[in-house]
């Protein structure tokens, strides 16, 4: 029989990944989901000058490398959808070209400006008529960072696309604007769920560069002729998926009817619940909550938390500095260090930028009495465990601001790997981990392409395909004394927001 076949790309901010999913229908009558990994490459910032950009073209070359390998393996999707990370954005002149290179949402030049608007429009009216957590690299501010410049880009611009629509942009020469990734820009109003054109006028952003959003599962188009020539493939279409990685990875937590928690663990770690609107009221801004557009018109609410990208970057300085070591070891290691002997607050604002982040890690610990760590095994330690208290932190504000209690966090992405990171985490929440999937982003993505095509009827289906289909592993917790004690230790040097 033939399966029903989609390619997903899941591109995040050190990898992209390829993989192909079918859907098949077991003897028992059973439908499950099989995916295979069919390309994977690298994803790195490149520095000109003073900026920080993305390589787009590069990521353009690998999509279409991961698309000519999956033919040639012999499956034959008929759609293809693209996530990525939120906020950054491509600009699109009048005769339909891309302007220069994307920015890099770590780029420097919004430094001070979530204090400068905050205090020109006041925090809490800008808060409600976004919904997001104020992160120095939401789109917003990176716009009035380029048009305070006088950016000679912007003033060419026609047309603002987002990572995912740009790149489905340059494959079908269809422009368009997934609702998921629109509502990571501070940009888009839920009140009235349209762009917020008076803000843009107030900070000089032209409004007619913002197309209309569409749903996740929409069809936008088949891919170009000249891509179809150059591949030497049938025709495919590409999908408008949950194209925000993180939505992508939240229609793929297997959950069941009752209400959950779940974190998204990659570079970030995205703590929340989901709901069917936004939660604007103060509180949600004073603990630093975000409501970002989900699939199947949720919304979530939930927090960034620093996440693995702090021992990413350690293991970067390490592998420059000619005491390379592999994730493997690396937790190894961290596992035979001394428990909770130091601990930092991730989510403190010296640990956003790129580098020097053992210094950095040891200022932090001496600043606040506490022994610096001396090794890989203790850099590592402190890392997870303050993560995992981060994670009890944010768990219980997510339930002050919901009123829901959970009984325990799903945990889904490739941060899930990390075995001691979950047993850790279920210690420091007291509650039990369900972990799995770790290719959480690619399946959400997949299950849209299927919703596109007419497979899947919406989320709960998918979800319930999900548990069907991969399996999930229970981290239950231990040590409660130790982890309660760290817990009163941890909020001492962490203000909680
Ligand atoms: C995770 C993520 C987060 C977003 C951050 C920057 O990959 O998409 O949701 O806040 O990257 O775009």
Same mark, same amino acid.
């Given at each position: &029989?033939?399966?029903?076949?989609?390619?997903?790309?899941?591109?995040?901010?050190?990898?992209?990944?390829?993989?192909?999913?079918?859907?098949?229908?077991?003897?028992?009558?059973?439908?499950?989901?099989?995916?295979?990994?069919?390309?994977?490459?690298?994803?790195?910032?490149?520095?000109?000058?003073?900026?920080?950009?993305?390589?787009?073209?590069?990521?353009?070359?690998?999509?279409?490398?991961?698309?000519? *390998?999956?033919?040639?393996?012999?499956?034959?999707?008929?759609?293809?959808?693209?996530?990525?990370?939120?906020?950054?954005?491509?600009?699109?002149?009048?005769?339909?070209?891309?302007?220069?290179? #994307?920015?890099?949402?770590?780029?420097?030049?919004?430094?001070?400006?979530?204090?400068?608007?905050?205090?020109?429009?006041?925090?809490?009216?800008?808060?409600?008529?976004?919904?997001?957590?104020?992160?120095?690299?939401?789109?917003?501010?990176?716009?009035?960072? %380029?048009?305070?410049?006088?950016?000679?880009?912007?003033?060419?611009?026609?047309?603002?696309?987002?990572?995912?629509?740009?790149?489905?942009?340059?494959?079908?020469?269809?422009?368009?604007?997934?609702?998921? %990734?629109?509502?990571?820009?501070?940009?888009?109003?839920?009140?009235?769920?349209?762009?917020?054109?008076?803000?843009?006028?107030?900070?000089?952003? #032209?409004?007619?560069?913002?197309?209309? &959003?569409?749903? &996740?599962?929409?069809?936008?188009?088949?891919?170009?002729?000249?891509?179809?020539?150059?591949?030497?493939?049938?025709?495919?279409?590409?999908?408008?998926?949950?194209?925000?990685?993180?939505?992508?990875?939240?229609?793929?937590?297997?959950?069941?009817?009752?209400?959950?928690?779940?974190?998204?663990?990659?570079?970030?770690?995205?703590?929340?619940?989901?709901?069917?609107? #936004?939660?604007?009221?103060?509180?949600?801004?004073?603990?630093?909550?975000?409501?970002?557009?989900?699939?199947?018109?949720?919304?979530?609410?939930? *927090?960034?938390?620093?996440?693995?990208?702090?021992?990413?970057?350690?293991?970067?300085?390490?592998?420059?500095?000619?005491?390379?070591?592999?994730?493997?070891?690396?937790?190894?290691?961290?596992?035979?260090?001394?428990?909770?002997?130091?601990?930092?607050?991730?989510?403190?604002?010296?640990?956003?930028?790129?580098?020097?982040?053992?210094?950095?890690?040891?200022?932090?610990?001496?600043?606040?009495?506490?022994?610096?760590?001396?090794?890989?095994?203790?850099?590592?330690?402190?890392?997870?465990?303050?993560?995992?208290?981060?994670?009890?932190?944010?768990?219980?504000?997510?339930?002050?601001?919901?009123?829901?209690?959970?009984?325990?966090?799903? %945990?889904?992405?490739?941060? =899930?790997?990390?075995?001691?990171?979950?047993?850790?985490?279920?210690?420091?929440?007291?509650?039990?981990?369900?972990?799995?999937?770790?290719?959480?982003?690619? =399946?959400?993505?997949?299950?849209?392409?299927?919703?596109?095509?007419?497979?899947?009827?919406?989320?709960?289906?998918?979800?319930?395909?999900?548990?069907?289909?991969?399996?999930?592993?229970?981290?239950?917790?231990?040590?409660?004394?130790?982890?309660?004690?760290?817990?009163?230790?941890? *909020?001492?040097?962490? &203000?909680?927001?």
């Amino acid at each position: &029989p033939r399966h029903a076949t989609a390619l997903a790309f899941d591109m995040g901010a050190s990898s992209g990944r390829a993989y192909v999913g079918e859907l098949a229908r077991e003897a028992d009558g059973t439908r499950r989901l099989k995916v295979a990994e069919m390309h994977r490459f690298e994803n790195e910032a490149v520095r000109v000058g003073m900026h920080l950009h993305w390589d787009i073209l590069r990521l353009l070359q690998e999509i279409k490398r991961g698309i000519r *390998k999956t033919f040639q393996t012999g499956y034959a999707p008929r759609t293809v959808g693209i996530d990525t990370w939120g906020v950054d954005f491509g600009l699109i002149d009048e005769g339909g070209e891309l302007l220069g290179n #994307p920015y890099h949402y770590r780029d420097s030049q919004t430094e001070g400006l979530i204090e400068e608007l905050s205090e020109r429009f006041g925090a809490d009216a800008l808060f409600a008529s976004s919904g997001l957590q104020f992160m120095p690299f939401n789109t917003i501010y990176q716009l009035y960072a %380029m048009s305070r410049a006088g950016s000679a880009k912007l003033a060419a611009a026609k047309t603002l696309l987002l990572t995912p629509d740009l790149l489905t942009y340059l494959l079908t020469g269809v422009p368009a604007c997934e609702f998921t %990734m629109a509502t990571t820009t501070q940009l888009f109003d839920p009140r009235t769920r349209s762009w917020n054109a008076e803000l843009m006028r107030e900070l000089g952003i #032209p409004e007619t560069m913002f197309l209309d &959003p569409v749903a &996740p599962g929409t069809r936008i188009g088949t891919l170009s002729d000249e891509v179809l020539e150059e591949l030497r493939i049938p025709p495919v279409e590409a999908v408008a998926v949950g194209s925000h990685d993180t939505a992508s990875a939240i229609a793929a937590v297997p959950a069941g009817d009752e209400p959950f928690a779940y974190l998204v663990c990659g570079t970030w770690s995205l703590l929340g619940t989901e709901l069917n609107e #936004p939660v604007l009221k103060p509180e949600t801004l004073a603990l630093s909550f975000s409501n970002e557009g989900g699939v199947g018109g949720t919304y979530q609410l939930l *927090k960034n938390i620093m996440g693995l990208w702090i021992l990413q970057e350690c293991k970067r300085e390490w592998d420059d500095s000619g005491i390379p070591i592999g994730y493997p070891e690396l937790v190894g290691l961290a596992e035979a260090a001394e428990p909770l002997r130091s601990l930092i607050d991730p989510d403190d604002a010296r640990f956003y930028g790129p580098s020097d982040m053992t210094s950095k890690i040891r200022a932090f610990c001496r600043e606040t009495g506490q022994p610096e760590p001396r090794d890989q095994g203790e850099f590592a330690r402190c890392i997870l465990e303050s993560l995992a208290l981060r994670y009890r932190q944010a768990l219980e504000q997510a339930e002050s601001l919901t009123g829901r209690t959970f009984a325990g966090l799903h %945990m889904v992405g490739g941060g =899930i790997q990390n075995k001691l990171l979950c047993r850790l985490s279920a210690g420091a929440i007291g509650r039990p981990v369900f972990a799995g999937p770790a290719e959480a982003s690619a =399946i959400g993505n997949l299950l849209l392409q299927f919703v596109a095509q007419g497979e899947i009827a919406g989320l709960p289906e998918a979800r319930r395909l999900v548990s069907d289909s991969f399996q999930v592993d229970t981290f239950e917790p231990a040590d409660g004394e130790a982890w309660v004690a760290a817990y009163t230790r941890f *909020k001492a040097l962490c &203000p909680g927001a």
